[in-house]
């Protein structure tokens, strides 16, 4: 158990939709970050956060979005769903760094699993 | 980051040792390997991490070669609950950063 919490773990949902997935990092742990797995891209950064801030953006498409609230929790917003959107949705959390290396070690959720139909 | 070169896939006999390769000749000389792996549709689990020194904690070993242009992850004693796939990435120190997956190697672990 990574410490980590994504909910909900599946979602089913029709195209042009709009769904909303959370989640919670570790204790303690200041940055969110989003990934996509698609069986044809493999594990992608979308988007991350630090302490309320977007810090860095990789492939996320306009019609994602994300945020993440003072109680450092995060959720990832996508809307028009679709098909191609059917993917494994997942959240790593670390803290700013990891002592003594000054490294920054990510641990993941479970993820999300979404389908659209 | 510094690009990374693993086997698409490999067998090991459950109880050895699993050796998995991973170049990066083009790494930078800050910049750390991490090993991660996903097993199945579980989310990727942190395994090590390492920056010149060999490296071992209660899941592995972490061997990198003077020059560092290529590591290898060692599960001392494979069990099947270690079939996965294993990702080797490379990646800058000190601020928080993305992590860039490749294909990594798919380790099938068999009785």
């Known amino acids: 158990d990574s410490g980590v919490t994504q909910t909900p773990k599946h979602l089913i949902t029709a195209t042009g939709q709009r769904v909303t997935l959370r989640c919670s990092p570790r204790s303690g742990d200041l940055s969110v970050y989003w990934y996509q797995q698609s069986l044809d891209q493999g594990l992608q950064f979308l988007i991350q956060y630090y302490n309320g801030e977007e810090r860095a953006k990789g492939n996320i498409l306009e019609r994602f979005s994300a945020q993440q609230f003072p109680d450092l929790h995060s959720e990832l917003n996508l809307s028009s769903l679709e098909l191609g959107d059917s993917a494994l949705y997942f959240c790593?959390?670390?803290?700013?760094?990891?002592?003594?290396?000054?490294?920054?070690?990510?641990?993941f959720g479970p993820g999300t699993r979404l389908t659209v139909l | 980051d510094a690009k990374t070169t693993q086997p698409p896939s490999m067998d090991c006999a459950e109880g050895r040792a699993a050796n998995l390769p991973c170049n990066h000749s083009t790494i930078s000389g800050n910049e750390y390997v991490y090993w991660y792996r996903q097993i199945h549709s579980q989310g990727p689990q942190y395994i090590i991490h390492?920056?010149?020194n060999n490296e071992t904690n209660e899941m592995a070993s972490l061997i990198i070669t003077e020059d560092r242009k290529s590591s290898t992850l060692i599960l001392p004693h494979a069990t099947l609950r270690d079939t996965a796939v294993y990702y080797c990435?490379?990646?800058?120190?000190?601020?928080?950063?993305?992590?860039?997956f490749g294909t990594g190697t798919r380790l099938q672990v068999t009785l």
């Open positions: 790593a959390s670390s803290r700013r760094r990891d002592y003594p290396t000054g490294t920054d070690t990510q641990y």
């Open positions: 390492g920056l010149k």
């Open positions: 990435i490379v990646r800058p120190p000190g601020t928080a950063s993305k992590l860039t």
